[in-house]
């Protein structure tokens, strides 16, 4: 037992700390709470409260920012990174005010572990943002019309003399940088890791077109000595040295990728690139005669070299392509290895009729449409070599950056980032799962930010990426996480529930009726009925809570009596999967009888198929209010199931209501720990159990019948 409890406590040390989520809009104020319902107004202020672990999550539209820099030096932890969201599919833009100067930087990210998804920063006087911190994710950014270059790495402190200090591990994925100029159309790169960088920098799916200088710079200096090798993966570089408004470069390079410089030889690593249509060279060594290695690259139609290697330089080039250029390439290295250039020999002739097209498409996705992408029947499929770094498909890796049959770029960090919202009497979860094949979902909940104690409350589809929590009460606040594969934890998120604990749709100010009645009909329809009355009061409706399981066979009925301007609704989830087709979703009577029927278009339905349904409401609206009169529970209906409430529980008194009980059932409270901590002797249709004796903490009820073993968690506070 002591064994069991150590390893049990050591599995809680493992699971990440809680995160508090900070939310910043437009029309928020920095004297709010920073939720949801009070947004923060700027960026700033929630930087100035965050911790390791939590989330800042950017309303969409236009955020203008009057004063820059905006430095972080805060940092988050392996496990708990700091997170700075767009909110859902919105796209919040960090306007910067213009004014160019080298102090004048847009965000300066100095701090550690951090990450930055789906923002667009632009317009800032030098850098849309310098990263000089290390192990930082940018994903999905964009940077644009920035007075020098869209994302640089390099030190921000002149006093990081030493690689060791520099900016290192930081992954900047799927991101775009263009229009970047400054005044003297010469500086302005798309992205650059630069001058003072450290070891392990990825850039990886990113796109940097029409940008002043050049797509990627990585410059070194003498003076400051060589930098660590950077990895550049499925990167695409287009039209540099052109705008997308057509001013062209001053003395701007104009290189789709510059790699260094005579200063040191560094062995950067370029695999699966494309560069085409730039303004000098597609892929440049610019000096660096170290030994750079180059895999699977497709270089097309570029005003200078496709390919400019130095002399002395040991490169390396495996399975690339080159085309569309009447200047033979310039090769340095070892090119034995299976390749398709310019002018040199490799055996592979390459023609337009390689490729499912040559038309370009859009600046942010211009493989999107075929572009480059090799035909079926071109000798180039299966030609190269095998290569560490490089998956592919097939036998053998194609030539050039796009495999034929599919991508094979390597994916980003897995990740879930979910929401929780509240309603009446329930939570709506939503989240979304990026960069993993997902095998298994669970949804976990807690009343307290402390991720140790939390409980599974369902086991979902893999597909599912929306969860409605009804099992809660009104006023107190719940903590949930999704997990993935058995080890990939979302964020926390925390919502708390309004209205009537009972799931009724809050307080009334008037008088309600509640005579409605279930009957079951052959086993076949379920029958509601009731009657409505006006003089019901005013309801604080939110949306009603009532998620219960229904069956339905080839027809189901439903039928409610109703006076004047009456309304009854029927909603079912998004998680019942079958075709079902409703009838006269909404019906509003003058009198008599409303009737639904449900049907199934598409299949028979058999009586064990199953549908959530959301909530039933009768409603009645005079002057523009919203009247409520009754929800209708269906668990009435529902077999083999165990009901427990309140949950959590406050006044130590559990209610448990089983569907039927015969001479061999047993129910107990079991802890976290597996230790039965209370068995029920007695059992009926309805128990209310004493639970002053149990500790406050989440605790497994367990029913076992002849024909059915049933467990609920639930929590006493």
Request: hydrophobic share 30%; glycine share 10%.
């Amino acid at each position: 037992m002591k064994k069991f409890l150590f390893l049990f406590l050591i599995s809680l040390t493992s699971i990440s700390t809680f995160a508090t989520n900070y939310y910043v809009a437009t029309s928020g104020s920095d004297s709010n709470s920073g939720t949801l319902s009070s947004p923060f107004k700027t960026i700033t202020k929630a930087i100035s409260v965050v911790s390791a672990g939590d989330y800042i999550y950017m309303r969409g539209g236009l955020h203008s920012i009057s004063s820059s820099p905006i430095v972080i030096t805060k940092n988050g932890s392996s496990t708990s990174k700091i997170r700075v969201f767009a909110y859902g599919s919105e796209v919040p833009v960090l306007r910067f005010n213009n004014s160019e100067g080298d102090s004048n930087r847009g965000i300066v990210l100095d701090g550690d572990y951090w990450h930055w998804k789906g923002i667009t920063i632009e317009r800032a006087g030098d850098n849309g943002m310098l990263l000089s911190g290390s192990n930082n994710t940018i994903e999905n950014c964009i940077f644009r019309n920035n007075f020098d270059t869209g994302l640089q790495l390099s030190r921000y402190s002149s006093s990081a003399t030493n690689i060791s200090q520099w900016p290192s591990n930081n992954l900047i994925l799927g991101c775009e940088s263009y229009d970047n100029r400054d005044s003297a159309n010469e500086d302005a790169d798309g992205f650059a890791a630069k001058l003072t960088v450290g070891t392990g920098n990825v850039f990886r799916n990113c796109i940097s077109h029409h940008n002043i200088d050049d797509g990627w710079d990585l410059y070194t200096k003498s003076d400051t000595g060589p930098i660590g090798i950077v990895t550049l993966e499925g990167c695409i570089a287009h039209n540099n040295g052109i705008l997308t408004t057509g001013g062209t470069s001053g003395g701007g390079d104009k290189n789709g990728y510059k790699l260094g410089s005579s200063a040191h030889q560094i062995n950067h690593i370029v695999r699966r690139c494309i560069a085409y249509k730039n303004g000098k060279h597609g892929f440049t060594d610019n000096g660096n005669i170290g030994a750079i290695e180059f895999t699977n690259n497709t270089s097309y139609d570029n005003d200078g070299y496709n390919w400019h290697t130095r002399d002395g330089a040991s490169h390396i080039f495996r399975n690339n392509i080159s085309f569309e250029n009447s200047t033979n390439d310039r090769l340095r290295g070892n090119t034995l290895a299976p390749n398709s250039f310019v002018g040199a020999t490799g055996g592979f002739t390459v023609t337009s009729s390689d490729f499912e097209t040559l038309s370009i498409g859009s600046n942010a996705n211009p493989t999107s449409n075929g572009f480059l992408k090799l035909k079926s029947g071109s000798d180039l499929i299966d030609a190269g070599v095998t290569s560490s770094g490089i998956t592919y498909n097939g036998s053998k890796p194609d030539l050039g950056a796009i495999e034929y049959g599919g991508t094979v770029t390597p994916p980003g960090n897995p990740e879930i980032i979910l929401s929780a919202t509240a309603g009446n009497s329930l939570v709506n979860l939503n989240w979304t799962i990026n960069n993993l094949t997902v095998t298994g979902l669970e949804v976990y909940r807690d009343t307290d930010s402390n991720p140790s104690g939390r409980v599974r409350i369902a086991q979902i589809s893999t597909s599912t990426r929306s969860y409605v929590d009804n099992g809660v009460t009104s006023g107190i606040t719940y903590y949930y996480w999704i997990k993935a594969n058995g080890s990939v934890n979302s964020n926390a998120a925390s919502a708390t529930p309004n209205g009537s604990s009972s799931g009724g749709g809050g307080s009334n100010t008037g008088n309600e009726i509640h005579n409605f009645t279930v009957s079951e009909k052959n086993s076949s329809f379920y029958t509601i009925s009731g009657n409505m009355n006006s003089n019901d009061g005013l309801v604080n409706y939110n949306g009603l809570s009532l998620t219960k399981r229904l069956k339905i066979e080839s027809s189901t009925s439903i039928t409610f009596t109703a006076s004047s301007n009456a309304t009854l609704t029927l909603v079912f989830d998004s998680n019942f999967t079958g075709d079902i087709k409703v009838d006269n979703v909404s019906y509003t009577a003058s009198s008599g009888t409303a009737t639904i029927s449900i049907s199934n278009g598409f299949h028979t339905i058999s009586k064990d198929d199953v549908a959530n349904l959301y909530y039933i409401s009768t409603a009645y609206s005079s002057n523009n209010n919203n009247k409520i009169t009754d929800e209708i529970d269906l668990n009435v209906k529902t077999t083999d199931q165990m009901i427990v409430y309140p949950n959590p529980s406050h006044n130590n008194v559990l209610n448990i209501n089983l569907s039927k009980i015969n001479k061999k059932e047993s129910l107990s409270i079991i802890n976290m720990l597996g230790i039965e901590v209370l068995k029920v002797n007695d059992i009926t249709n309805r128990n209310t159990i004493d639970i002053s004796n149990l500790v406050k903490g989440t605790y497994i009820i367990k029913h076992i019948s002849d024909s059915n073993s049933e467990t609920k968690t639930f929590i006493k506070e």
